[in-house]
């Protein structure tokens, strides 16, 4: 799964003012990994940080995830 968004991140304009990207990964629980304006401009570092992410192993909480990527990577009202 990594290498696919490695993959599919390097298709992409990685800038505030084109695409943001955030993580967040789900087992048990939703973890935030980071947000997504920590590596607006900066290609390379996030391409670094997917690599560096590892996957959790027991679980399956899609709700938990998709709970935290609603309110930690989503800033609703925001111009961006």
């Known amino acids: 799964m ?12 990685i800038s505030d ?8 990964t789900f087992a048990a629980f939703g973890e ?4 997504m304006d920590e590596y607006n401009d900066d290609k390379a ?11 959790c192993a027991t679980g399956r909480s899609i ?3 998709l709970h935290m ?4 990577c989503l800033k609703f009202g ?3």
């Open 69 to 72: 990527a609603r309110t930690s």
């Open 17 to 24: 003012k084109a695409t943001q990207v955030g993580l967040v």
């Open 63 to 65: 709700d938990a995830a």
């Open 45 to 55: 570092g996030l391409i670094k940080a997917i690599k560096s992410t590892t996957c």
């Open 2 to 13: 990594l290498n696919f968004l490695e993959k599919f991140v390097n298709q992409l304009t």
């Open 78 to 80: 925001e111009s961006v």
């Open 32 to 35: 935030l990994v980071f947000t």
